[in-house]
């Protein structure tokens, strides 16, 4: 296992390499710039002050030394100063916004982990009962409502309607601090919660049901019922081992699908993280904050995916890595 661990973490740096090259494509490839937005703003003044300020910040130099100059810079764990932000550096910026988009996201894989599996798992045991048939036409629901529609619709219905909960922010005031702080932040954080998590809380729902149904009907579980075995044995002991691989590997993609999908729940509620920073900056053409974001949900996917494999390993004893 541990050789495979470190074959696992040789392969992750090429294909970092190899994410570097494509985010930074990207962004150069898309049209205009931070000055370009400005000679928009204010055609008066001349063009030469313009391109004067391009030629500071390099944006004029080749494309190779600018993704030399970038990655080198981003290897010693500088990503570059804002184009827009009056000149922060971004790492400031995502400091400041990062633990909301982090928050959020735990907040809702841990919706999903908690209603999604146990429901499943009772579907799966109980299958075409009612509970099972509601299972499934919320899973089919979650899957097909947009997030950003089901998070105006809880906007209107829980927010402005009934009341019960925030529609924007974080904090009701910013000099909250201890317990009445963190359950104020919680109390923030459950529509946008809800509303990013649904699609995931659908998809384990319906994975855990097949799973578990296709574990159940197996030989080992047969044989283990006919041992005498109790129901919660062979549930717990023998088929969730094996029910909860596929899971595994949606837990790998789950971190940086959480903080993506972040990106339009964060615009639709106004909260303050990565996301609406993200935007923000992408409609400025603010691009080193553009690559730093998409640089670090990309590395939290590898890191996701490599976690899943080593995972892998714990819950099913029949993987070997050797």
């Known amino acids: 296992m541990y050789k495979y661990i470190i074959r696992r973490i040789l392969v992750f740096f090429p294909m970092l390499f190899a994410l570097t090259v494509i985010v930074f494509g990207l962004a150069m490839s898309a049209p205009g710039d931070a000055i370009s937005g400005n000679e928009l703003a ?3 003044v001349d063009p030469e002050v313009y391109e004067e300020q ?3 910040l390099g944006l004029n130099d080749p494309v190779p030394v600018q993704y030399w100059r970038w990655v080198s810079s981003v290897a010693q764990g500088d990503f570059g100063n804002s184009l827009v932000f009056n000149g922060r550096s971004v790492s400031e910026l995502i400091e400041a916004r990062f633990a909301n988009t982090l928050y959020l996201g735990l907040f809702s894989l841990g919706i999903t982990i908690i209603v999604g599996i146990p429901i499943g798992i009772y579907s799966a045991r109980h299958p075409y009962s009612l509970l099972d048939y509601s299972a499934t036409g919320f899973g089919f629901l979650g899957l097909a409502i947009p997030n950003f529609f089901f ?3 809880a906007i209107y219905v829980l927010s402005i309607h009934l009341g019960w909960f925030p529609a924007q922010g974080t904090l009701s005031s910013p000099g909250m601090s201890g317990f009445n702080a963190f359950s104020d932040r919680i109390h923030h954080m459950v529509l946008p919660g809800i509303t990013l998590g649904l699609a995931g809380t659908a998809t384990y729902m319906r994975y855990m049901r ?3 149904l296709d574990v159940l009907g197996s030989d080992f579980i047969r044989t283990a019922r006919a041992k005498g075995m109790s129901d919660s044995n062979v549930l717990y002991k023998h ?4 029910a909860l691989i596929p899971i595994i590997t949606l837990m790998g993609f789950e971190i940086g699908v959480l903080l993506s999908g ?4 964060e615009q639709v509620f106004q909260y303050p993280g990565l996301g609406t920073l993200f935007l923000s900056s992408v409609m400025n053409r603010d691009f080193p904050v553009v690559m730093a974001i998409a640089l670090i949900l990309g590395v939290l996917i590898l890191i996701g995916n490599l976690l899943a494999d080593i995972l892998y390993s714990i819950i099913d004893p029949r993987i070997r890595y050797d």
């Open 54 to 56: 391009r030629d500071a």
């Open 42 to 44: 204010d055609p008066n």
């Open 239 to 242: 088929t969730l081992r094996n």
């Open 262 to 265: 972040a990106v339009i729940t």
């Open 151 to 153: 998070g105006l619709i």
């Open 210 to 212: 097949s799973e578990v």
